[in-house]
Each structure stands twice: as C-alpha cells, then as structure tokens.
C-alpha cells in the first residue's frame, strides 16, 4: 500500500471517532428544529451504511468459492464474525445479494 492512500480501516477509525464526538455533544441543548435536522442526517447515513454493508455482505458471498456453498458457509462465517445469530446473518446475505 502506497503511504500517502488512506486505507478504509483508517477512514471508518474516523467515522467512529466522529460518531463518538457527535454523541459527547450536549444534545439537550439543540432546538427541535435542530433535533429534526440531526435525526434525518444520522437516518440518511445509516441507508449509507446499510447499502455500504450489503455491497461488501454480497462480495464476500461471491468470494466463496466454487468449491462450498457459498451463501451457507459465509452464513456460519458472519454469524461467527459479527457475534449475531445464524438467522440474522442468513438475512443480511439475502438482502446482500437481492434474495427476497
């Protein structure tokens, strides 16, 4: 990796340092208008977030491999990984890659 490209473990310490910046504020201050504001900011990051997910769910999926069922394994893989229940992670691979 080149030293002056900023690798996406860097960018989401970032996201996460700002998260907690944002949440250290004193919220109790904010007018309502203020507070509509900051809810439909956190709202259209998190579709950012979910859409995020989903792309990097499905390219793990797709990585597999030809050799295993790559939806059941990636299942147990990111259930194991995200400490969520095998149900959840089944979910967010159908979600990842278009399954109803």
Known sequence: MRSNTVSAVDVLTSIESAYKELAALPL?????????????????????????????????????????????CSAKDLARRLRISPGEAQRRIREAVGQP
């Not at 109790?28 to 203020?34: A, G, N, V």
């Not at 900051?38 to 050799?67: C, H, P, S």
């Open 28 to 72: 109790d201050r904010l007018s309502r208008t203020d507070l509509y504001a900051l809810v439909a900011g956190l709202d259209r990051l998190e579709q950012q977030r979910v859409t995020l997910n989903r792309k990097l769910i499905g390219r793990l999926v797709a990585e597999g491999g030809a050799a295993r069922p790559a939806a059941a």
